[in-house]
């Protein structure tokens, strides 16, 4: 009986070596699930299509900025939803939309 637990021990570190989220693909489908679940299939929708960069540890997935009444006239530009998704293990490391600020005015001299 131990050795078939010692073959499981070691097929588990064999697929782990690298993280279960190996590809920015199956990052896209994680994100995906989350921004659905989180904010509804219609900001999915909106936040079409997404994209995965490769962090190293992590896959950043950004998607589209989805306009918002008040930000405009605000000087504020909504960025498109952002996800973390640890590679190792598929944990979400962060969720977070930026917001981008309008350039300072430069002073008088």
């Keep these: 009986m131990d050795t078939e637990k010692t073959k499981i ?3 588990i570190h064999d697929c782990l070596s690298g993280g279960i989220v190996t590809s920015g693909e199956t990052a896209i489908k994680i994100a995906e699930a989350v921004i659905s679940g989180y904010y509804g299939d219609d900001k999915l929708k909106k936040s079409q299509p997404l994209v995965a960069v490769d962090k190293d540890e992590y896959w950043l997935i ?3 900025a989805v306009e918002r009444a008040g930000f405009q006239e605000a000087g504020l530009t909504p960025g498109g939803i952002n996800i973390e998704i640890m590679k190792f293990d598929g944990r979400i490391r962060d969720l977070f939309e930026p917001l981008r600020l309008p350039p300072l005015p430069e002073e008088e001299k």
């Design 9 to 11: 021990s070691m097929h």
């Design 62 to 64: 950004q998607g589209q």
